[in-house]
């Protein structure tokens, strides 16, 4: 171990360096941003070409000699026993390849009550896969699906939350079930029980279960506020859907795929199809889209396993949208009831959180941890209850669960303020004891002007402003299974491999700028390969892990790689390795200055072809963060102005400005991206996207992206970011993960600024013309 | 989607000569396994095949039918906009803009640039209703022939508020909305091409009357063009949409106002609604509430809440009346003058 000095706090605020003992192995501290040159800076995406101009290959521009097409026959009524399947017509249908009919759904709570004369699984959702088909063209796929015919013993269902909350509720499943938490999801408590269709209460977290004594700090409190909240199912909508196309190759597996994690693919595949790891390769360049429901293989990943396998082609199998809404992940609902009490100075005293959510078959509903780690809060319990319904299994989406609770405690915490007559900010002044979020509200009281907000719903006129504030805290998770390598070789190349992939937000291009960085090189030198299983593993891209994860062995490799060259350059140099410094692609001996070797040039002396180094993300410096409740996790605070139409309930958001960190931030654009996405998306959660289930069909109505209703660019406010660097001396980078911090404030922020536009609280997203027209008594 | 051929027409006599049925035809149970119909753009018809809805054998397209896309204008019959004619290309054309207002301010906010480039004129008035119900292929609903309304009892949030019967449904022509407002007529070549002129409000048929169809159009009738009469001194008119997003969607409730101003008295009102029935539908209380009224916020409120009176909404769409109300009166009350200080569709903020 060696101790370094590593910058530490805010610049501008309480910028510091810290004493850490780290590993031998790790490189030197790496100074502020203003001090370097890569790091930190705009740097243009690496793939920006490629993709506006179209030469980006996505998984659904895959196209193989000799490949199929894949379709999947989907159930068309959402709870059934399958009595028998005849797919005889489709098979002689002319052009069908393979055909092969599910034993085993892998999605969702993983239901094992197969029907036990016919064997197949129950039908639990409209849409649910039946059997899949491969053939020379998807439309003779599709024809080969309609010729598939399926006698059903319907069976009675339950879409609706509070309907199947009823005891007398049709039972989604007979048994307790479990489902493993995927990378990056909402928790999911092992070995709960269920109650009719209620599975719970969870009632802890990574932060720990409940504190303190919840009626002792309802006593001590002078004011108590309870509140019930409710939010929609929102779906992913990537604009890539789903999909892979399986080469199986008589178990030499190569696979294409649209996915969050190459690992998490091929480890599924592998162990589906009873493979060694060595055998499934997952190639994942390009990726449109995922916000957190493509880590799995997935139901559609095994059909076209089984399909290539069988007909000993490659088979392409991509989702269609409508597929992609009902069966291929979703943020689930909530109904959050919120118990605060208070003293009159604002501490609180106690905070009591209720929740049930349905994640259709599967699990995962919770409303997050944001209620037990965001303020301090001596007595606190939460029983948060997963409620089974017939639909589509929900999925990880970007920030699980906090989304949620960010909209219920945000409002809560707003009213409490109102009641004790704060200003919301000074209210979390003394409730918040999280340093990067004080500082995230002073700026942001800067750049708004902010003032105590006008009474609400105080306008004259028709159309009144308002004016919300909300925070976010995300825990900074890390992945240590994140290896890289880079490689030197004798004409100079530069090369980067890891196995991670790149789901847009720009993983390729910080990756290069670290290296870069290191190498004393420009981000362009260098070559970034990655999405391939070929290469060392990577991170899952969720739980907003990758940058914080994947950038430290980056750099870590590239110094090893470094330290060789600088070998070599003090043997051409004649003098010594110590005496050797890397600036602007020189290797320069300090002690003469006019000895100098260029990159280019040393590299050309290397002893082989080419040098590679490979390194492992290491332990957090000063210990990992995670477990404990502690307040320096990532925060971020959003203001909203809004204008709402009383007349006609329009509500439309004039500005956001977002105030965010996320570690050292290494490529400034591209944080502003996330956090442009995250707060479109907040919006769109706040006021448009719903799925809406019809309860007596048990079909989603709006399965498509023309009444599933999306932002458009008239829908997008004026953004305003300010980031602001902080450094908390825990890797070799120091950087963390900004995706999912983007999305969890907006909402409440908006429904926040609603409120004191329109005077009357809007406890239930999306807040639509109809929602405002009831909330106002108009209806 | 199914198998279909393509028929590339270069005349209406030849295009009327291929086609043998009508889209709402091949949605039906009984639909004609050889069924030719009419293709203008093909965004409405590829939806309901993309769907499954409909499956055509034969698709005859009308896109390129020479002289189906003109505008011309005659100080005697009026305005004749071709059949083909885009609502991009109505949005563009500065003589629709001063006479017209409305027309121009209802193609302007139909879906999207993309779309308003492709979509057709014609195509936009036979499109079919966009009740969800009858655009899911899992549901068989009255409307495609079984005895079931889903909407009735469902989620009927974007559905009809009056003169509805047993169907629910609202009709998805914003278009039809202004020109019924300026008592446009329809041209229609029919088979043994002969024109019979159909004025607007007769152009559509409620689902009591026939549930199959939602206008009068026979197989291989076509429509080539529609006229809209000249404008008298002083008609001014006014449409704006709401609907739940500010681009790319669907109208929550539309109204389009045209009358006759002697200063600020109106001599002569038309105020139609869209998305309230499931036909452009007339509101006759509204036109009394002003004809012969001097237009001010009374007299408009006034008009906003008599158009309500005759209103049952259905369980998930009470919202649509204080709605309606507003912006029947704002319409009323931007005749000739736009409003201030409301968030309103048809003036965005940003220009398209
Ligand atoms: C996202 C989206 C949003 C939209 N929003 C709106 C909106 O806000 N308001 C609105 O009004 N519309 C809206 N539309 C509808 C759009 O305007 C129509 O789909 C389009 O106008 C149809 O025109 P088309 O030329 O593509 O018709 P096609 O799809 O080619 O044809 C539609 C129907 O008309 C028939 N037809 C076409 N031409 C003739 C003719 N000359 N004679 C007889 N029959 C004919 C066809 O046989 C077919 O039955 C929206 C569409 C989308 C996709
Ligand atoms: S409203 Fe009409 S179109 Fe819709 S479900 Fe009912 S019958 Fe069918």
Redesign the interface.
Do not use: A
């Given at each position: 171990m060696k101790k370094v000095k590593l910058p530490y706090g805010i610049p501008d605020y309480n910028l510091t360096e810290i004493v850490r003992e780290i590993p031998n192995a790790e490189p030197p501290a790496l100074p502020v941003n203003s001090k370097l040159k890569v790091i930190g800076k705009r740097v243009k995406r690496t793939d920006a070409l490629a993709k506006v101009t179209g030469t980006a290959v996505f998984t659904a521009d895959v196209y193989l000699p000799g490949m199929l097409y894949g379709k999947m026959f989907r159930a068309d009524i959402p709870h059934a026993r399958i009595k028998s399947i005849d797919v005889s017509a489709a098979k002689a249908h002319p052009g069908v390849f393979a055909i092969h009919i599910f034993k085993e759904m892998i999605e969702g709570a993983n239901p094992k009550e197969n029907n036990k004369k016919s064997g197949y699984p129950e039908v639990k959702y409209a849409g649910q896969p039946i059997v899949g088909v491969a053939a020379i063209s998807m439309d003779i796929a599709e024809e080969a699906v309609n010729l598939i015919r399926v006698e059903y013993e319907p069976l009675e269902f339950v879409v609706d939350m509070d309907d199947a909350r009823k005891p007398e509720a049709p039972l989604v499943y007979q048994t307790n079930v479990n489902q493993e938490t995927s990378s990056g999801g909402e928790d999911i408590e092992e070995g709960l029980k269920s109650r009719g269709n209620v599975r719970g209460p969870a009632t802890k977290s990574f932060y720990g279960g409940p504190r303190g004594n919840l009626k002792k700090g309802f006593a001590e409190a002078d004011v108590i506020i309870e509140r019930t909240y409710r939010t929609q199912v929102q779906t992913h909508c990537p604009l890539e859907t789903h999909g892979v196309v399986v080469d199986y190759n008589r178990g030499n597996v190569t696979i294409y795929a649209s996915t969050q994690s190459t690992k998490g693919t091929r480890n599924d595949f592998a162990k589906t199809f009873d493979l060694p790891k060595s055998k499934v390769r997952v190639i994942s360049e390009f990726i449109g889209g995922g916000f957190g429901a493509k880590h799995t293989l997935g139901n559609f990943g095994v059909m076209a396993g089984h399909l290539s396998k069988q007909s000993g082609r490659p088979v392409k199998l991509m989702l269609d949208r409508k597929e992609e809404h009902v069966s291929a992940g979703n943020r689930p609902n909530s109904l959050q009831l919120m118990k605060v009490g208070a003293k009159k100075d604002g501490t609180l005293t106690a905070l009591k959180l209720l929740s049930y959510g349905t994640a259709g078959v599967g699990l995962g509903s919770g409303v997050g941890n944001i209620a037990q780690a965001m303020y301090e809060c001596p007595n606190f319990k939460m029983d948060q209850y997963d409620v089974f319904t017939n639909a589509g299994p929900g999925a990880a989406f970007r920030a699980p669960g906090n989304v949620q609770g960010a909209f219920a405690l945000e409002q809560l915490i707003d009213e409490l303020a109102e009641r004790l007559d704060v200003d919301p900010l000074q209210l979390r002044e003394k409730i918040d004891k999280s340093t990067i979020r004080k500082v995230q509200r002073e700026r942001g009281t800067q750049l708004m002007n902010w003032k105590k907000p006008k009474k609400a719903g105080s306008d004259p006129g028709p159309v009144k402003k308002g004016i919300g504030v909300a925070q976010a805290h995300w825990p900074r998770f890390v992945n240590l299974d994140s290896t890289v390598e880079v490689r030197v070789m004798q004409d100079g190349a530069v090369e980067v491999r890891s196995a991670v992939q790149d789901i847009g937000t720009g993983t390729k291009t910080v990756l290069a700028q670290v290296v870069a960085e290191e190498l004393g090189l420009k981000s362009a030198d260098i070559t970034v390969l990655i999405g391939d299983t070929l290469f060392p593993i990577g991170p899952p891209s969720g739980g907003s892990v990758v940058t914080g994860s994947i950038t430290p062995p980056a750099r870590n490799a590239a110094h090893k790689v470094k330290t060789k060259l600088i070998d070599l350059a003090a043997g051409e140099l004649d003098t010594k390795a110590e005496n050797i410094v890397v600036e602007n692609s020189w290797f320069i001996s300090k002690s003469d200055r006019s000895k100098k070797i260029s990159f280019k040039n040393l590299a050309g002396k290397l002893r082989v072809e080419q040098i590679t180094e490979t390194a492992s993300r290491s332990d957090d410096y000063g210990g990992f963060m995670i477990g404990t409740v502690g307040y320096e996790e990532l925060g971020a605070v959003q203001f909203a102005e809004v204008s709402v139409d009383t007349e006609t309930g329009f509500v439309k958001v004039d500005r956001i400005m977002a105030v965010h960190s996320c570690g050292r931030p290494i490529n400034i654009s591209q944080i502003e991206s996330q956090i442009n996405g995250g707060v479109i998306m907040g919006i769109a959660y706040a006021l448009y996207e719903d799925r809406v289930m019809d309860k007596n069909t048990g079909h989603q109505m709006n399965p498509n992206l023309d009444q599933y209703k999306m932002p458009f660019s008239f829908e997008v406010p004026e953004i305003q970011i300010e980031l602001i660097e902080e450094y908390g001396a825990r890797s070799s980078t120091d950087a963390t993960g900004i995706g999912e911090p983007a999305n969890i404030a907006t909402a409440a922020a908006v429904a926040n600024a609603v409120y004191n536009a329109i005077g009357v609280r809007m406890t239930e997203i999306p807040i639509t013309p109809a929602r405002i027209l009831a909330a106002l008594g108009k209806i | 989607?199914n198998?279909f051929s393509w028929y590339e027409a270069t005349s209406k006599v030849e295009a009327q000569r291929e086609a043998n049925s009508t889209v709402s035809e091949t949605i039906q149970p009984d639909a004609d396994p050889e069924a030719a119909v009419f293709k203008a753009s093909g965004i409405d018809l590829l939806d309901l095949m993309k769907e499954g809805l409909s499956k055509p054998a034969k698709l005859v397209s009308i896109r390129n039918i020479p002289g189906m896309d003109e505008v011309s204008y005659n100080k005697e019959k009026g305005l004749r906009l071709g059949a083909n004619v885009t609502l991009a290309g109505i949005t563009a054309n500065p003589q629709i803009k001063k006479n017209y207002l409305a027309l121009h301010q209802a193609a302007s906010h139909a879906a999207?640039p993309p779309i308003r480039n492709m979509a057709t004129l014609a195509g936009n008035l036979v499109q079919r209703t966009?009740c969800?119900?009858f655009r899911?292929k899992?549901?068989v609903c009255f409307r495609k022939g079984s005895s079931t309304c889903?909407a009735h009892?469902?989620?009927n949030?974007n559905h009809a508020i009056m003169s509805y019967g047993y169907c629910v449904s609202i009709h998805s022509s914003s278009l039809a909305i202004a020109l019924t407002a300026f008592d446009a007529i329809v041209e229609i070549t029919d088979k043994n091409g002969k024109i019979k002129l159909v004025p607007m409000k007769e152009f559509f048929v409620l689902p009591s009357v026939d549930r199959t169809r939602e206008t009068i159009l026979k197989p291989a009738e076509l429509i080539t063009a529609v006229i809209l009469p000249e404008p008298k001194t002083h008609t001014v008119s006014y449409y704006i949409k709401?609907g739940?997003?500010?681009?790319?969607?669907w109208p929550?409730a539309e109204v389009a106002v045209v009358a006759g101003l002697s200063g600020e008295k109106c001599k002569t009102a038309n105020v139609v609604l869209g998305a309230a029935a499931p036909v452009p539908f007339i509101s006759k209380a509204a036109i009394d509430a002003i004809t012969g009224k001097t237009i001010n916020e009374t007299t408009a409120t006034a008009a906003g809440e008599a158009a309500m009176q005759i209103a049952v909404p259905l369980s998930?769409?009470?919202?649509k009346?204080?709605?309606f109300?507003?912006?029947i009166k704002r319409a009323i009350l931007s005749l000739g003058k736009p409003p201030e200080?409301?968030?309103d569709w048809a003036l965005?903020d940003?220009i398209?």
């Open positions: - | 989607m198998k999207t966009h969800w119900y899911s899992e549901l889903f009892v469902g989620e949030e709401m739940s997003r500010r681009s790319q969607d929550m998930k769409n009470g919202y009346i204080p709605v109300k507003t912006i200080n409301v968030i965005p940003r398209h």
